[in-house]
């Protein structure tokens, strides 16, 4: 029994896919196709798979039918976290999503799920993106003050309710956790932040995110041990839709 992670799927089965990385960069070609199969080769039957994020394109539920079934036709359960692409989900509409799901499918937000005896916890998360002003040689010379504030505000609200999750998990006896976002957990500026505080905190093992598209992106947050935990960017073009193993 293993415990496996990736993000990303942008899956399209039922939506118009505009996306110019897809629609162009080969890494994503036939890509649903490269990850069925890696799944089917690593993950068994009792085996868990955590989806973290922008699993599709669709706008609403009806155009994200066929996309959620290929994910639910993956070997082992899921657990599906949210993503900034993932208009079908409102978070006041997780539980009609579970009802309609599981067993097959786990929609994880404002609680926590369990795996052997840690307790996953998971957000979307959010980070200021930008603009950035750079310089010539591409160094950071200011950015946007305006956006940076309402970034901060979706920030402020995305760890008020990880912090929902840690509460509701320790309360219940849980006292080993794996923090997942959907976002990177700092931005190109930062060396820490909230979420990087917040799983010091609660003594998270490891923190995975995705979100960070592309070659120029890979490398815009954490990756490997800092300040005692463990950081995985699984974005599924960076893992070439090989789930990372986190936990045997």
């Known amino acids: ?15 118009v896919l505009k996306a110019p990385g897809q629609l162009h960069d080969r890494v994503w ?52 976290t949210r ?12 539980r009609q999503l579970n009802e309609r799901y599981q067993p097959q499918l786990t929609f994880l937000q404002d609680d926590y799920a369990v795996y052997r005896d840690y ?3 998971a957000t979307k998360g959010f980070t200021f993106e ?35 999750s840690f509460e509701l998990a ?4 849980c006292r080993k956790f794996i923090m997942f976002l959907h976002y990177p957990p700092t931005n190109i500026m930062e060396e820490r932040s909230g979420f990087t505080d917040m799983a010091e905190e609660y003594g ?11 070659e120029r992106r890979f490398h815009d947050s954490i990756h490997g041990e800092y300040r005692g935990r463990s950081y995985h960017l699984v974005s599924g073009d960076y893992l070439r839709w090989k789930p990372l193993k986190i936990l045997e």
Not at 83 to 94: A, C, E, I, P, Y
Not at 204 to 212: G, M
């Open 204 to 214: 998270a093992e490891q923190v995975i995110y995705a979100h960070c598209h592309g």
């Open 1 to 15: 029994m293993s415990l496996y992670a990736i993000g990303d799927l942008h899956l399209h089965y039922q939506s």
């Open 130 to 164: 930008g603009p950035f002003y750079l310089d010539r040689r591409g160094r950071i010379t200011g950015w946007d003050e305006e956006a940076e504030e309402h970034a901060k505000k979706l920030v402020s609200r995305e760890l008020m309710r990880l912090r929902t």
């Open 83 to 94: 993503g900034n692409h993932d208009m079908f989900w409102d978070v006041k509409k997780t």
């Open 29 to 80: 070609r036939n890509h649903e196709e490269k990850l069925r199969k890696n799944c089917e080769k690593l993950l068994g039957g009792r085996d868990t798979l955590v989806l973290a994020g922008d699993h599709s394109w669709g706008r609403n539920l009806a155009e994200c039918e066929a996309d959620l079934q290929y994910i639910c036709d993956l070997p082992g359960r899921k657990i599906l």
């Open 170 to 173: 320790k309360k219940d006896g």
């Open 119 to 121: 307790a996953l916890v």
